[in-house]
């Protein structure tokens, strides 16, 4: 189940017509999908995936879903759960496109790490495992998917 800001809850099914509907609107312009996640300890993990559908030029909508899991103390372990929770979304959600006609959309996954930080040894692995699954993959400062979007959910 994922969560449109303007919309409330929707499925698989009701968000993707959604984001073709919003490409239909108005498709003079580019479009550009991207998926990041993002993650928060507490007692427990919360985790934030979010489906960014993005009007190259002229703004955005977004959706999330939210995730509890056991409090995973390890960053690194984090983070390789957050690729891997990005991989399957955008794995499900081109197989989806791809059945509506739209095999040939640009979907990025944005990964919540960057070459500040203690997240910069992680960079190559996690990139390579994002590129090495058939994603282009972006990190900070470029990852407003991950870093912005899905961590506003998070808190």
């Given at each position: 189940?994922?969560?449109?800001?303007?919309?409330?809850?929707?499925?698989?099914?009701?968000?993707?017509?959604?984001?073709?509907?919003?490409?239909?609107?108005?498709?003079?312009?580019?479009?550009?999908?991207?998926?990041?996640?993002?993650?928060?300890?507490?007692?427990?993990?919360?985790?934030?995936?979010?489906?960014v559908v993005h009007r190259v030029?002229?703004?955005?909508?977004?959706?999330?879903?939210?995730?509890?899991?056991?409090?995973?103390?390890?960053?690194?372990?984090?983070?390789?759960?957050?690729?891997?929770?990005?991989?399957?979304?955008?794995?499900?959600?081109?197989?989806?496109?791809?059945?509506?006609?739209?095999?040939?959309?640009?979907l990025e996954i944005h990964l919540?790490?960057?070459?500040?930080?203690?997240?910069?040894?992680?960079?190559?692995?996690?990139?390579?495992?994002?590129?090495?699954?058939?994603?282009?993959?972006?990190?900070?400062?470029?990852?407003?998917?991950?870093?912005?979007?899905?961590?506003?959910?998070?808190?």
């Open positions: 189940m994922f969560i449109s800001p303007t919309r409330g809850k929707m499925t698989w099914e009701e968000m993707l017509a959604d984001i073709i509907d919003y490409m239909l609107a108005a498709i003079e312009y580019q479009y550009k999908i991207i998926v990041g996640t993002d993650s928060q300890l507490r007692e427990e993990t919360c985790l934030v995936t979010a489906v030029g002229k703004g955005a909508k977004y959706y999330y879903r939210k995730k509890k899991h056991r409090r995973m103390q390890s960053l690194r372990q984090r983070l390789f759960y957050e690729a891997a929770l990005s991989l399957e979304t955008a794995s499900r959600l081109t197989s989806l496109l791809a059945e509506k006609g739209y095999a040939d959309l640009n919540d790490v960057g070459p500040k930080g203690e997240t910069k040894e992680m960079i190559r692995e996690l990139v390579g495992m994002i590129v090495g699954s058939g994603f282009d993959a972006r990190i900070k400062p470029d990852s407003f998917g991950a870093s912005k979007v899905a961590d506003k959910h998070t808190k």
